[in-house]
């Protein structure tokens, strides 16, 4: 495109970059010594550099010796759980829960979860994501910490059966109140905490409003064998079929983990009406010992996507999106005994597009394209560790980190350039919050928000 004489400055132009491309197959590709052209939030084009020399912009960034990627997704956390970072290590699922996470939750504030939002939304920006999947308590903290951070997310407000009616209520009521807010980067769902905590009759009328509502469902599910395992023994279903039965299914619905799905669950997931996909946070799987993974292959040979996720810090220990992708490789290389599934390619695709149709905002991010809103990373690939490239796919998915993102943007914004955090003061954040640890933290009450026990 030749701008006129007359035609207005463009907001942001990056060039001098190589750009991460997509197909009509959904092959990803690189242009090199590419410009990318931002007006409104919107890509306006993408092209060769020399095309927009003399352009007039709003900003410039010099981009040589990058690589522009869609915004990375984090596709399920609870971000105010930052704020619980190292708190329950080398535990078993029951103990984690029941111990101490469980216990410290029934302290939470609203204070509590927006300074722990803070922190996570500062750790994502500076680690190249864009956007992520919340599912937590006191919500509307989180909204204001969205909206703030310039960040885009997927929010929804957890409940459990234990807290009766009002907890299903509250969190339909968040969802309609935010659905659509800071300019259009928030999105929301319906947000059942998992079916060994959430039962039928609650499951079935969350169903009913989602579809009302025209909400998604995010939920945890089949997290692991012992989940499965458990449900079958006492109820002689798997949770997929509890899905299933309670019209979960015919909704659209974001799956947690995942990891105890088991063969006879994929009919179901395939023939689901709604749109299903899941979740998957390889980091915390490994550290809880669980047995399996996610099994990513055969829900990608029945058409479920599955994005890239971290769970929350509190079980991970970071939000670093950039390990999921690379562990995800890796772990299913290893599950299936073939170096040659999940090449770096394929983790790319799961890192972008397969992540944007998790959260389903396919269309709108995952790609680097013309009327996708702007939301990128610019990776720095000067580092030793990332010379020489030989392929460059696999410099980014095995040799780069989170720590050579070093510019993010969304919707047109810059909220992270040339390392410098713009939208979040994380030393106010991290005093205060270090003043509130002690009260957060006790566990004397002998309290907890729920029983862990399936």
């Known amino acids: 495109m030749t701008p006129s004489a007359v035609e207005s400055p463009a907001g942001l132009i990056i060039t001098g970059c190589t750009v991460l491309t997509h197909d009509d197959q959904e092959e990803t590709g690189f242009l090199e010594n590419a410009a990318v052209v931002v007006r409104d939030g919107v890509v306006e084009e993408v092209t060769d550099a020399g095309a927009v020399a003399g352009r007039a912009a709003d900003e410039w960034i010099d981009a040589r010796g990058q690589v522009a990627l869609p915004g990375l997704i984090n596709c399920h956390t609870h971000a105010p759980m930052a704020a619980l970072r190292g708190l329950a290590e080398d535990l078993p699922t029951e103990a984690w829960f029941n111990d101490v996470v469980w216990p410290v939750e029934s302290n939470l504030t609203e204070r509590d979860v927006t300074l722990g939002a803070r922190l996570a939304c500062a750790e994502m920006i500076r680690a190249g994501v864009t956007c992520f999947a919340d599912h937590y308590f006191h919500m509307d903290a989180v909204a204001e910490v969205v909206a703030a951070s310039g960040m885009r997310a997927l929010l929804g407000e957890a409940y459990f059966s234990s807290?009766?009616?009002?907890?299903?209520?509250?969190?339909?009521?968040?969802?309609?109140?935010?659905?659509?807010?800071?300019?259009?980067?928030?999105?929301?769902?319906?947000?059942?905490?998992?079916?060994?905590?959430?039962?039928?009759?609650?499951?079935?009328?969350?169903?009913?409003?989602?579809?009302?509502?025209?909400?998604?469902?995010?939920?945890?599910?089949?997290?692991?064998?012992?989940?499965?395992?458990?449900?079958?023994?006492?109820?002689?279903?798997?949770?997929?079929?509890?899905?299933?039965?309670?019209?979960?299914?015919?909704?659209?619905?974001?799956?947690?983990?995942?990891?105890?799905?088991?063969?006879?669950?994929?009919?179901?997931?395939?023939?689901?009406?709604?749109?299903?996909?899941?979740?998957?946070?390889?980091?915390?799987?490994?550290?809880?010992?669980?047995?399996?993974?996610?099994?990513?292959?055969?829900?990608?040979?029945?058409?479920?996507?599955?994005?890239?996720?971290?769970?929350?810090?509190?079980?991970?220990?970071?939000?670093?999106?950039?390990?999921?992708?690379?562990?995800?490789?890796?772990?299913?290389?290893?599950?299936?005994?073939?170096?040659?599934?999940?090449?770096?390619?394929?983790?790319?695709?799961?890192?972008?597009?397969?992540s944007a149709r998790a959260v389903d905002l396919e269309g709108s991010v995952g790609r680097i394209a013309p009327g996708h809103r702007a939301d990128l990373v610019l990776v720095d690939l000067t580092g030793p560790h990332t010379q020489p490239v030989h392929d460059l796919a696999a410099t980014l998915v095995h040799s780069a980190r989170a720590a050579d993102v070093r510019t993010t943007v969304v919707d047109g914004r810059i909220l992270m350039r040339d390392w410098r955090l713009l939208t979040v003061d994380v030393p106010g954040t991290v005093r205060e919050l270090d003043e509130r640890l002690p009260a957060l933290v006790d566990r004397g009450h002998g309290r907890r928000i729920q029983e862990y026990d399936t």
């Open 163 to 354: 807290q009766g009616p009002q907890g299903r209520e509250r969190s339909l009521e968040f969802a309609l109140r935010h659905r659509g807010a800071a300019g259009g980067r928030i999105t929301t769902a319906l947000a059942p905490h998992a079916p060994y905590t959430v039962d039928d009759a609650d499951l079935a009328a969350t169903a009913e409003l989602a579809r009302a509502h025209g909400l998604p469902v995010h939920l945890h599910a089949a997290e692991n064998r012992d989940q499965t395992e458990a449900s079958l023994a006492r109820h002689g279903v798997t949770p997929v079929e509890v899905l299933h039965r309670t019209g979960i299914l015919d909704t659209d619905v974001l799956i947690a983990h995942g990891t105890g799905i088991v063969e006879s669950d994929l009919p179901l997931l395939a023939d689901a009406r709604g749109r299903t996909a899941v979740a998957t946070a390889p980091r915390g799987y490994l550290k809880f010992a669980w047995p399996t993974t996610t099994p990513v292959r055969a829900l990608r040979d029945i058409g479920v996507p599955v994005g890239l996720a971290t769970d929350g810090a509190a079980s991970n220990n970071s939000l670093d999106v950039w390990e999921s992708m690379a562990l995800t490789s890796l772990i299913q290389k290893s599950t299936e005994g073939d170096p040659r599934w999940m090449t770096a390619r394929q983790a790319l695709h799961h890192a972008t597009l397969q």
